[in-house]
C-alpha cells in the first residue's frame, strides 16, 4: 500500500508540511518497504484557488490509500474522500516520525476537515 | 456617454458624487450602482424601486450517465472547479467563472448548464433619473460577472453614471471598461494619494479619459495636486471639509438639494467632462 504525506522536503528526514493543498512536496511513501516518490507540488503552491482539489487528485493518481498531513480543508476533504482516500489531520515532526506512528496505528482518522476554506 | 466614478481609495466620496451629479442633470440620466459588495447610492438618490429580479451565473452539471471520466473538463478548468478522482466527478460550483469551456470540450455532451445565484439587481426611478444597482449575495466571491449584468441594463440613450466599487482590481475593472470617462474622486492625504496613484495606473491601461474631484479639499496636504499636474489630470471639481456638508451626508440627503449653489457647480462637472470625453477621443482619432 502507499501513503501520501505532506512534506517541506524531499526525503523522509524532512518536516511535515502542515499544508495540505500548498504543500511544498507531498511524498508518496510504501511504509513497509520504505520506498518514496517526492512529488513537487509546486504548481499548487501557486494557484490561484483549489489548490487543495488539485493535490487531492494528485495524491489519488498515485495510489495513496492514505494521507497524513497537519491541515486539510473542506474541498481537499471532500476530493480525497470521493476518492476514497483516508486523511489523518494534525501531523507534525518529520515525515518518517508521521509514517511510523501510522504504522504503529498511532493515528486517529478525520472524519471532517480541520481547516476552513480560504475565501 | 458613460461616466464611472472611481477612487481607488475607499470613502473618498464616489456616492456623493455619482448621485449629487445624477440630480443634478435629472431626467436624461441614469445612475448604475456598481459597488455591488456594499450598494448605497439608494440611500441619497432614494429611488422608488419597481422591479428586483434574482441574477445567476451559469455553471456545468455533470450528467454522470454520459460522463467517462476522461478528465477534459478538469484539464482546461483554471479554476480547479472540477475535479476528477477515479471515475468520481466534483464540481466546486463556487469556484467556477462561468467561462463554458468544460462543456465545449466534453466529448460526450455530459455536461449542462445550471446556475449559482450572483445577487440582485434592482430597477427604480426617482424624478426621472433611472436608478439600477446591484446587490452581491452573502458569501458569493464573485462580483464581476454581477457588475457586468448590471451594466448591460444600461440605457445607450442616457448619461451613464456608474458608481464603481473602489480598489484597483476585478470589481473596478469591470465597472470602468468601456467607459466614455473615468471620474476619480480622491482627497488630499497620503492615503489617498497612494491609492489614487493605483487607480490612475489602471486606467491609463485601459486608455480612458480620466480627471479629477478632490474632495475634504482642505485639509491633509497639497502632494494631490502636485501629482495631478505632473500626471496632467485635470482637477474638475474640488469639494471643501465643510461642515454643512457632512451633515447633509450624514442625514442620506443631497448636497445639490440642500445647498442649491452646488447644482450649477455638478452640472458644470458634467459639462467638463462631456467637453474632455469627447476631445480625446478626437484626438485619438486623429492618431488612427
Redesign the interface.
Known amino acids: 500500500m502507499k501513503i501520501a504525506v505532506t512534506s517541506a522536503g524531499t526525503q523522509l528526514e524532512s518536516e511535515v508540511d502542515p499544508r495540505f493543498g500548498r504543500a511544498r512536496y507531498i511524498l508518496i511513501v510504501d511504509p513497509e518497504t520504505l520506498a518514496f516518490e517526492a512529488l513537487d507540488n509546486s504548481a499548487n503552491v501557486s494557484a490561484f484557488q483549489g489548490s487543495g482539489i488539485s493535490a487531492a487528485t494528485m495524491v489519488s493518481d498515485k495510489g495513496a490509500e492514505v494521507l497524513l498531513t497537519g491541515y486539510c480543508g473542506p474541498k481537499a476533504y471532500l476530493t480525497l474522500d470521493a476518492a476514497g482516500i483516508k486523511v489523518v489531520s494534525d501531523i507534525s515532526g518529520t515525515v518518517m516520525d508521521a509514517v511510523n506512528a501510522f504504522k504503529n496505528g498511532k493515528v486517529t482518522y478525520a472524519t471532517e476537515a480541520n481547516k476552513d476554506s480560504h475565501w | 456617454m458613460i461616466i464611472s466614478v472611481a477612487s481607488g481609495k475607499g470613502g473618498t466620496g464616489k456616492t456623493t458624487v455619482a448621485t449629487n451629479m445624477a440630480l443634478a442633470l435629472g431626467e436624461k440620466v441614469e445612475l448604475l450602482d456598481c459597488d455591488v459588495e456594499e450598494p448605497n447610492a439608494h440611500l441619497f438618490l432614494k429611488p422608488q424601486i419597481t422591479r428586483t429580479e434574482k441574477v445567476e451565473t451559469p455553471i456545468p452539471l455533470i450528467d454522470l450517465e454520459k460522463c467517462t471520466a476522461c478528465r477534459k473538463c478538469?484539464d482546461i478548468c483554471?479554476?480547479?472547479?472540477i475535479?476528477?478522482?477515479?471515475k468520481?466527478v466534483?464540481v466546486?460550483p463556487?469556484?467556477c467563472h462561468s467561462c463554458g469551456g468544460c462543456m465545449v470540450v466534453c466529448p460526450e455532451k455530459a455536461i449542462v448548464e445550471t446556475g449559482r445565484e450572483l445577487g440582485t439587481i434592482s430597477y427604480g426611478h426617482r424624478n426621472g433619473i433611472r436608478f439600477i444597482n446591484g446587490r452581491l449575495r452573502v458569501g458569493e466571491?464573485m462580483s464581476p460577472p454581477l457588475i457586468r449584468k448590471v451594466r448591460a441594463a444600461a440605457d445607450p440613450e442616457r448619461v451613464t453614471i456608474i458608481d464603481a466599487p473602489p480598489g484597483t482590481s476585478c470589481p473596478v475593472i469591470a465597472a470602468m471598461n468601456g467607459a466614455d470617462f473615468i471620474l476619480m474622486v480622491t482627497e488630499p492625504t497620503p492615503f489617498g494619494l497612494h491609492d489614487l496613484r493605483l487607480a490612475v495606473g489602471a486606467v491609463r491601461v485601459l486608455g480612458i479619459p480620466c480627471g479629477l474631484v478632490v474632495n475634504r479639499s482642505d485639509i491633509g496636504d497639497q502632494k494631490v495636486f502636485a501629482y495631478a499636474e505632473s500626471e496632467g489630470l485635470p482637477i474638475l471639481m474640488t469639494i471643501p471639509f465643510d461642515r454643512r456638508i457632512a451633515e447633509i451626508y450624514s442625514r442620506g440627503k443631497a448636497i445639490v438639494e440642500e445647498m442649491p449653489e452646488w447644482k450649477e457647480r455638478f452640472v458644470d462637472l458634467y459639462r467638463k467632462i462631456e467637453a474632455l470625453a469627447t476631445s480625446r477621443s478626437g484626438a485619438s482619432q486623429c492618431v488612427k
Open positions: 478538469s483554471r479554476f480547479n472547479a475535479a476528477v478522482v477515479g468520481k466534483l466546486f463556487e469556484l466571491a
